[in-house]
């Protein structure tokens, strides 16, 4: 059967995962005595402590606010850069459009661990150019990694990174409508602005909204850019992203079944956010009659 | 002046259906293609700092202006980035084309065979378990490596290629991506045609769907690599040992140990550069299946 070897697979490597990090999660080690020696420490089931304890441990919720934050700022500024983009691509007046479209393209070529890397130099004080450049220009040393701006510096590097991947699924939309469709509407003089708010956009939602859904999975499980960051910014806690948190706990605090909560919740908010999302997008749309 | 020149050149040309080329189209154009010009800066900027940074030497990648070029070094950069720790650079490089070049077509094989299956047989639960296959897009990668990690261990299979090996090449949009597209590109009757010929299911999935699902397989072998290549935290809880490292592993460790030894700094941006180089020109030249597995899997949502 065509389905076996990648159901066994699916199965074994994200059905099984999955289900352990929900049984493990409701296990603790009991630590019993002075917690010398191999067998003073046992573990035994705790229910549904560890998750009380996600819902009400500072540093989770801090790290959620902290990725939704980032999530409704940079996904919206992302989206429409990348749209704009699209559209202006789309457009009869954009010259060299092959080189643009190649331009704007190269960043999601770069993974993002060495995008983030790269962008750590930039962000880098005494190395970087863009700081010595805009010393240069008056505006003093602007601090790229401070507590309250490295947020927004992991938002640029995210923004950098996938406006150019999400500006190409618009586009592929915008080329899939027929031209003579808005040619009539030109021909009866209608501006190129109207063209694109009147017919396009409302043609290439569904692309909008798969942008957005990705968008959401990747802005919530948030890892790779902070962590890189961490090695010149000290403002990024151990627990800056809930992923980052549960890494923390499995490796550095020792604590697996707590970890395994964590990627649970994060599991199912993430699910629920993305999904809901859809749904939202759904009624929406069939009341509009997209 | 010249404005209205176009103008009414613009007006000769008459049959051109841009016609009634105005004077304010024309400023329109020469306004985006300014705005496009900035954002081809703002994003070739950081990779042309790379390219130019990777020529430089320790001491004047800090002294120098970093967008221009200074003493070279190219040459002392490149072999002490692949001399050092035992030219441990070129393990990575073939350990990434392992990863997710292998990985990638592992993948393709296994999504478009199901994929295949779920759009063309009849079976009980068909639907179901489409269904949980597309919750598994849903379902980042990241969330799972974690939980991969803690039961990989009880096996005692982390810390070895298969641990970052064997979930790669589970790939639910891949799947996806193969179902959309054996559903609306291969007719029913040329499967049948092949069953009256007497071919096996395994040869008529071969030598027909195969064939015509090719486009398809490319975007999602396409999908798979920058998967794989972008998923940072699976290797990083599996793998302690340095040698199964991937080059971004790598390029992190090394990232983040240049406290130390200074002259990593140069090994880290020549050795990102090189990584990419290959990839970014792929990336570029494969773009069109890009855009054609996209509009694919758009259409559908």
């Known amino acids: 059967m065509f389905l076996g070897p990648f159901g066994v697979l699916f199965a074994l490597f994200f059905l099984l995962p999955i289900g352990y990090a929900i049984y493990e999660s409701f296990f603790k080690v009991h630590v019993s005595g002075l917690g010398l020696g191999p067998s003073s420490t046992t573990t035994v089931f705790a229910g549904l402590a560890n998750y009380t304890h996600v819902f009400s441990d500072p540093s989770f919720r801090q790290g959620v606010g902290r990725v939704l934050l980032f999530g409704v700022v940079q996904i919206p500024v992302m989206l429409l850069f990348a749209t704009i983009l699209a559209l202006l691509l789309d457009s009869v007046a954009a010259r060299f459009k092959r080189f643009f479209r190649l331009a704007f393209f190269l960043p999601y070529g770069i993974p993002g661990v060495i995008a983030a890397i790269l962008w750590s130099f930039l962000y880098l004080p005494g190395l970087s150019p863009v700081v010595a450049a805009l010393h240069g220009a008056g505006f003093g040393t602007v601090n790229f990694l401070g507590v309250n701006s490295v947020l927004w510096s992991i938002a640029n590097i995210v923004t950098w990174e996938y406006t150019g991947y999400n500006m190409l699924i618009i586009y592929a939309g915008l080329q899939a409508i027929p031209a003579d469709l808005y040619e009539a509407a030109r021909l009866d003089g209608a501006s190129e602005w109207r063209v694109a708010t009147r017919i396009k956009l409302p043609l290439v939602a569904g692309s909008l909204v798969l942008t957005a859904v990705f968008s959401i999975i990747g802005t919530l499980q948030l890892f790779a850019e902070p962590q890189v960051l961490r090695s010149v910014a000290d403002d990024i806690s151990s627990s800056y992203t809930p992923n980052l948190l549960a890494y923390t706990e499995a490796f550095t605090n020792n604590n697996p079944n707590y970890a395994a909560a964590v990627a649970v919740v994060l599991a199912i908010g993430t699910f629920i956010l993305s999904f809901g999302f859809l749904r939202l997008v759904q009624r929406h749309g069939a009341r509009m009659g997209v | ?301």
């Open chain 2, 1 to 301: 002046m010249a404005v209205s020149t176009a103008a009414r050149l613009g007006a000769k040309a008459a049959p051109r259906v841009r016609a009634p080329g105005s004077p304010k189209v024309t400023r329109g154009a020469i306004l985006a293609t300014a705005f496009m010009f900035v954002c081809a800066v703002y994003f070739l900027l950081p990779a042309w700092w790379l390219l130019v940074s990777s020529t430089k030497g320790p001491s004047t990648l800090y002294s120098s202006e970093g967008f221009w070029f200074s003493q070279l070094h190219l040459a002392s950069n490149l072999t002490g980035l692949f001399s050092y720790d035992g030219g441990i650079y070129w393990r990575w490089l073939v350990n990434t084309l392992l990863y997710a070049g292998v990985g990638a077509v592992c993948a393709t094989m296994l999504a478009s065979a199901a994929g295949y299956a779920l759009a063309k047989y009849e079976f009980r639960g068909r639907q179901f378990v489409f269904s949980v296959i597309l919750g598994g897009v849903l379902v980042p990668g990241t969330a799972l490596a974690l939980p991969l990690y803690l039961l990989l261990s009880k096996v005692s299979l982390t810390n070895t290629y298969w641990s970052v090996f064997l979930p790669s090449v589970v790939s639910p949009f891949g799947v996806y991506l193969a179902r959309v597209y054996a559903a609306s590109a291969i007719p029913d009757e040329l499967i049948e045609a092949g069953r009256i010929d007497g071919a096996s299911e395994f040869k008529i999935f071969r030598t027909v769907a195969l064939r015509i699902m090719s486009p398809a397989l490319v975007t999602m072998f396409l999908f798979q690599f920058v998967a794989i290549w972008n998923n940072f935290l699976l290797p990083l809880v599996m793998l302690s040992n340095t040698r199964l490292y991937p080059v971004t592993l790598g390029l992190y460790t090394w990232n983040n140990q240049y406290g130390q030894a200074p002259q990593l700094v140069s090994y880290v941006v020549i050795g990102s550069l090189i990584s990419v180089i290959p990839l970014v020109i792929a990336f570029l030249s494969l773009q069109r299946f890009w855009r054609s597995g996209l509009t694919a899997g758009s259409v559908r949502l």
